[in-house]
């Protein structure tokens, strides 16, 4: 079984605060993707990477950043933490970048105060 | 450009009665669309997809959607409903668009499940 693993299933941040969010697939997958998931709207491409030290924006990138340093491993980074980032973060991890076959990890849900 | 829109945020259902979750599209691309569930605290997990074969698409536990293009619709039917079916859905189109419109998702339906 495909396994997409994150590093924290609930994290507490103040405002300004540097924040880390770690995800690690066990299934080599080229590609790896980081979604916000806010009530109403669905999922929302941040950032994608397809290979290490690759990424590529999504819909949303402002405010965030990403680091893959590692083909297992794909960090997403908010330089500055603020309250508009309170949400879920859902990471996958797929074989095509255009594929339907991404297989996503629990999820975060980060608030920030 | 793509969009899916989920006509119903909630849905209530006693057990053992039919699901009908609705969702409609537009793309400007022959589309790949797909029903994806999330169960309270789990990933997201695929259910079932349609990539321009059979009309009639049928997905794990019992689930099952008809993409029908004259009304760019592709609603998740399933006959029964069962307690564990109490997730919510989402569906998604695939598009060939730019680098950042590769699985565009609805805003999700939530269905609850009445004994």
């Known amino acids: 079984d495909v396994k997409v693993t994150q590093s924290s299933r609930y994290l507490v941040k103040r405002t300004g605060e540097k924040v880390f969010l770690e995800c690690v697939q066990d299934?080599?997958?080229?590609?790896m993707f980081w979604y916000r998931q806010d009530p109403g709207l669905g999922l929302r491409l941040i950032y994608f990477?397809?290979?290490?030290?690759?990424?590529e924006k999504g819909d949303i990138p402002e405010g965030y950043s990403v680091s893959r340093e590692k083909k297992e491993r794909f960090s997403l980074i908010l330089e500055s933490a603020s309250t508009n980032q309170t949400s879920m973060y859902l990471c996958?991890?797929?074989?095509?970048?255009?594929?339907?076959?991404?297989?996503f990890g629990p999820g975060t849900r980060l608030t920030v105060t | 450009a793509q969009s899916v829109t989920q006509l119903d945020s909630h849905v209530s259902v006693s057990e053992g009665t039919p699901v009908l979750l609705r969702c409609n599209y537009s793309?400007?691309?022959?589309?790949?669309l797909f029903w994806y569930v999330q169960h309270p605290n789990k990933g997201l997990q695929l259910l079932l997809k349609?990539?321009?074969?059979?009309?009639l698409v049928k997905g794990i536990n019992g689930f099952e959607a008809e993409f029908k293009k004259s009304e760019t619709s592709f609603h998740l039917t399933k006959p029964s409903a069962h307690m564990s079916d109490a997730a919510e859905y989402f569906c998604?189109?695939?598009?060939?668009?730019?680098?950042?419109?590769?699985?565009?998702f609805g805003g999700g339906t939530r269905l609850m499940v009445k004994p």
């Open positions: 996958a991890s797929g074989r095509e970048v255009r594929s339907y076959e991404q297989y």
């Open positions: 793309s400007s691309y022959s589309p790949s």
């Open positions: 990477s397809y290979d290490v030290k690759m990424k």
């Open positions: 998604v189109v695939s598009g060939s668009g730019g680098a950042g419109n590769m699985l565009t």
């Open positions: 299934m080599d997958h080229e590609n």
């Open positions: 349609y990539t321009s074969a059979a009309t």
